[in-house]
Nanobody, 129 residues
Framework: EVQLQASGGGLVQPGGSLRLSCSTS????????IAWFRQAPGKEREGVSCISKTYGSSYYADSIKGRFTISSDVAKSTVYLQMNSLKPEDTAVYYC??????????????????????WGKGTLVTVSS
């Protein structure tokens, strides 16, 4: 059984940083991608970042490029999202999900959400002064 759990959210001031963690079990990073999504109140869930061990690649939404960094620790079966220079518009519930190993490379980011197989519960990030 595949399980994913996002954690690390909280309240942070604009310009601050947070690191989210996605703990996984039941999947191999050799066969799956792990992606981060977020959903702000009243908005659709959107892709934020994705990491693919198979392709040795990471992918980012334009809105967070240069501020967020995705990484993985295979030994801990955990994927991280380091978020720096946070803005109020980054406020959302953040989710991690897993999908087939070619999803993020072959599918546009706006469609990632349709191709994920398993989802974890989200963690709330609030950026406010």
């Amino acid at each position: 059984e595949v399980q994913l759990q996002a954690s690390g959210g909280g309240l942070v001031q604009p310009g601050g940083s947070l690191r989210l963690s996605c703990s996984t079990s039941g999947i191999s990073f050799d066969d799956y991608v792990i992606a981060w999504f977020r959903q702000a109140p009243g908005k659709e869930r959107e892709g934020v970042s994705c990491i693919s061990k198979t392709y040795g690649s990471s992918y980012y939404a334009d809105s967070i490029k240069g501020r967020f960094t995705i990484s993985s620790d295979v030994a801990k079966s955990t994927v991280y999202l380091q978020m720096n220079s946070l803005k109020p518009e980054d406020t959302a519930v953040y989710y991690c999900a897993s999908g087939s190993d070619n999803v993020c490379d072959s599918v546009p980011i706006v469609r990632w959400v349709q191709y994920m197989d398993d989802w974890g519960k989200g963690t709330l990030v609030t950026v406010s002064s």
